[in-house]
């Protein structure tokens, strides 16, 4: 079982950055992949970028190409989204999530969910 907690969320200009960290507690998160989604008002949860087990693999939504990345450190049990070129689209609640496998694009396929930080980008 993982437990996952989100931080790093803010309020930011556009253009600008923020990284966001995903702690995770288990003995066994190296063998999670995991993936940050996030959700805006009124629309539905969508995955933003996915890493696999250890790295080596990763996916990453359209828009957010060229932007973001996602990276994790399983010695300290912590993926991350650093996220650049902020746009006011980017405005969301971003959650952590952990599955076993690969990397899935589901909401449905990832077992362990954080409570979200909201990033909020203004114009």
């Known amino acids: 079982q993982v437990h996952v907690v989100e931080s790093g969320g803010g309020l930011v200009q556009a253009g600008g950055s923020l990284r966001l960290s995903c702690a995770a507690v288990?003995?066994?998160?190296?063998?999670?992949?995991m993936g940050w989604f996030r959700q805006a008002p009124e629309k539905e949860r969508e995955l933003v970028a996915g890493?696999?087990?250890?790295?080596?693999?990763?996916h990453y939504e359209d828009s957010v190409k060229g932007r973001f990345t996602i990276s994790r450190d399983n010695a300290k049990n912590t993926v991350y989204l650093q996220m650049t070129s902020l746009k006011p689209e980017d405005t969301a609640v971003y959650y952590c999530?952990?599955?076993?496998?690969?990397?899935?694009?589901?909401?449905?396929?990832?077992?362990?969910w954080g409570q979200g930080t909201q990033v909020t980008v203004s114009s």
């Open positions: 999530a952990a599955r076993r496998g690969g990397i899935a694009v589901l909401t449905t396929a990832y077992d362990y």
């Open positions: 890493i696999s087990w250890n790295g080596g693999w990763t």
């Open positions: 288990g003995r066994t998160f190296s063998s999670y992949a």
